[in-house]
């Protein structure tokens, strides 16, 4: 089993910044992958950035240059740094660890992007 908790997130201008932190409720380097999810109003849930447990990363093309993810295994915490906020970026992003076979979800923050 695997808690995590998100924190983060709320109004930002379109061009701003913000950062998004997961907290997992144990070692995230036993984690096979930690990825960020988002789901904008109306549309399906897309997967936007991947941290693996060897700590290789991909992103979502649309993302790729303004996202960063990264992870501090001292704190089992996995953060994205997002830059260049978009309008199209406003959803609410979850956060979800794989562990194995099994999949576990934040409950997700909400990021409005205003222009």
């Known amino acids: 089993q695997v808690q995590l908790v998100e924190s983060g997130g709320g109004l930002v201008q379109a061009g701003g910044s913000t950062s998004l932190s997961c907290a997992a409720s144990?070692?995230?380097?036993?984690?096979?992958?930690m990825t960020w999810y988002r789901q904008a109003p109306g549309k399906q849930r897309e997967w936007v950035a991947v941290?693996?447990?060897?700590?290789?990363?991909n992103y979502l093309d649309s993302v790729k240059g303004r996202f960063t993810i990264s992870r501090d295994s001292a704190k089992n915490t996995v953060y994205l740094q997002m830059n260049s906020l978009k309008p199209e970026d406003t959803a609410v992003y979850s956060c979800?660890?794989?562990?194995?076979?099994?999949?576990?979800w934040g409950k997700g923050t909400l990021v409005t992007v205003s222009s």
């Open positions: 144990r070692s995230i380097l036993n984690i096979n992958a």
């Open positions: 979800n660890a794989r562990v194995a076979n099994n999949y576990y």
């Open positions: 941290i693996t447990s060897g700590g290789n990363t």
